[in-house]
């Protein structure tokens, strides 16, 4: 079932479930896409605005080291070459420590069945390219901004749904 969104579908973002299922008790963000130049800027970006990024051009060690370093958020390109973000996604949803990450497909491929088959892989939200870094910070910066209650406040963070 879908969760309520501020946007239509047509629109750029999606999201699917609710941001609170997402443990956001510190401010890391992996972000994972083969287009390192994107990368690297989605990284400047969310660094400037007070999250920890770290920013990753190849797929094949991501699962490993959103285990070890514990983001509370995975960005994802869809298509990559050799894994694609559907199979990360499917792959984080299936290990006991990385299930709860909040993750975000942001990829060129938006039409409705892309949208579909990436919830179907887990995805809690959807950006398109091309990307519109506010709506994905403003994403990030209202999952960091709940208190373990769901409501804002300064204690420490949790996500919530965007309504």
Same mark, same amino acid.
């Given at each position: 079932?879908?969760?309520r969104?501020?946007?239509?579908d047509?629109?750029?973002?999606?999201?699917?479930?609710?941001?609170?299922?997402?443990?956001?008790?510190?401010?890391?963000?992996l972000?994972?896409?083969?287009?390192?130049?994107?990368?690297d800027?989605?990284?400047?970006?969310?660094n *400037?605005? /007070?999250?920890?990024?770290?920013?990753?051009? $190849? %797929?094949h060690d991501?699962?490993?080291? #959103?285990?070890t370093?514990? @983001?509370?958020?995975?960005?994802?390109d869809?298509?990559?070459?050799?894994?694609?973000?559907?199979?990360?996604?499917?792959?984080?949803?299936?290990?006991?420590s990385?299930?709860?990450?909040?993750?975000?497909?942001?990829?060129?491929y *938006?039409? /409705?069945?892309?949208?579909?088959?990436?919830? $179907? %892989?887990?995805?809690?939200?959807?950006? #398109?390219?091309?990307?519109? @870094?506010?709506?994905?910070?403003?994403?990030?910066?209202k999952?960091?901004?709940?208190?373990?209650?769901?409501?804002?406040?300064s204690?420490?963070?949790?996500?919530?749904?965007?309504?």
């Open positions: 079932m879908r969760t969104t501020n946007l239509q047509s629109e750029d973002e999606l999201q699917w479930r609710p941001i609170g299922q997402a443990l956001a008790d510190h401010r890391r963000v972000v994972v896409d083969d287009y390192a130049d994107a990368a800027a989605l990284q400047l970006l969310l *400037a605005n /007070g999250f920890e990024c770290r920013a990753m051009h $190849e %797929a991501v699962c490993a080291i #959103a285990e370093w514990q @983001p509370f958020a995975v960005v994802l869809i298509a990559m070459p050799e894994l694609d973000g559907l199979e990360l996604a499917r792959r984080l949803r299936a290990t006991p990385t299930s709860r990450m909040l993750l975000i497909a942001c990829t060129g *938006a039409s /409705g069945r892309d949208r579909e088959r990436a919830r $179907e %892989a887990g995805f809690d939200a959807h950006c #398109a390219k091309p990307l519109t @870094p506010q709506r994905l910070l403003a994403l990030l910066k999952a960091v901004a709940m208190s373990p209650d769901g409501t804002n406040g204690a420490a963070p949790r996500g919530q749904e965007i309504t």
